[in-house]
């Protein structure tokens, strides 16, 4: 696989044709895209709510009315849309629930090496939460590792995509009820197959150069 030819090729659409659907295979792989993407410290400080149906599409469609009305069609006319969730809080439980998950995938050799990664674990969450106190900048940076891990693995899948910031956080937040749950909607990733009227995808990719972005050492 040339992975530099997705990466090329991938842009953001602007359009959706809205009679396509994705196959339950892709959408299996669209979802172990998001479980699987990196983190620091394996933190996963995320959750993604996944909505195919007209009607949980317009559930989500209703952060990009009034000043975001320009969003609207995409997230109406794609085949599905998946709303970036970053955790409200990295608190000391659910750092146990990811070290007790670690441990029954295998990852401790012995419990010196389960304390020793909750102990290097820990150290930076604390550090987030109570020295620096960016532990919700920290987290949504990890959440937009999970963003780019999606956009580049929908290309590969040949399936068009669209990040959308522009929603009411507090419209999206009460709809799907993400304070009681602990959460917070970062953004919105349109999945889909693009129609003819997407103009974006007959206007080239750019760009700048690679020596004005790159250094060599």
Same mark, same amino acid.
């Given at each position: 696989m040339n992975i530099a030819h997705y990466a090329q090729t991938r842009y953001t659409t602007k359009a959706f044709d809205p009679g396509f659907r994705l196959s339950a295979g892709q959408i299996e792989q669209i979802e172990t895209l998001l479980r699987h993407s990196p983190s620091s410290t394996n933190s996963q400080p995320w959750h993604f709510f996944i909505a195919g149906s007209d009607?949980?599409? &317009?559930?989500? &469609?209703?952060?990009?009315?009034?000043?975001y009305a320009f969003n609207q069609a995409k997230v109406l006319n794609a085949s599905h849309v998946v709303v970036f969730c970053t955790r409200a809080a990295l608190d000391d439980a659910y750092l146990r629930t990811l070290l007790d998950q670690e441990e029954r995938d295998g990852r401790f050799a012995?419990?010196? #090496?389960? &304390?020793?990664?909750?102990?290097g674990r820990s150290h930076? #969450?604390?550090?987030?939460?109570?020295?620096?106190?960016d532990a919700p900048?920290?987290?949504?940076k990890q959440v937009y590792l999970a963003v780019g891990t999606l956009l580049l693995g929908a290309a590969a899948l040949e399936i068009d995509a669209c990040p959308i910031e522009g929603?009411?956080?507090?419209?999206?937040?009460?709809?799907l009820g993400l304070r009681e749950k602990g959460l917070i909607a970062s953004v919105i990733v349109a999945l889909g197959r693009r129609s003819d009227?997407?103009?974006? #995808?007959?206007?080239p990719k750019s760009r700048l150069p690679a020596e004005a972005v790159i250094t060599r050492l």
């Open positions: 009607e949980s599409k &317009a559930r989500v &469609a209703k952060a990009t009315a009034d000043g012995s419990p010196e #090496a389960r &304390a020793g990664q909750h102990k930076f #969450a604390d550090m987030h939460r109570f020295e620096l106190r900048h920290w987290m949504e929603f009411d956080q507090r419209t999206l937040g009460e709809e009227e997407d103009f974006n #995808a007959r206007l």
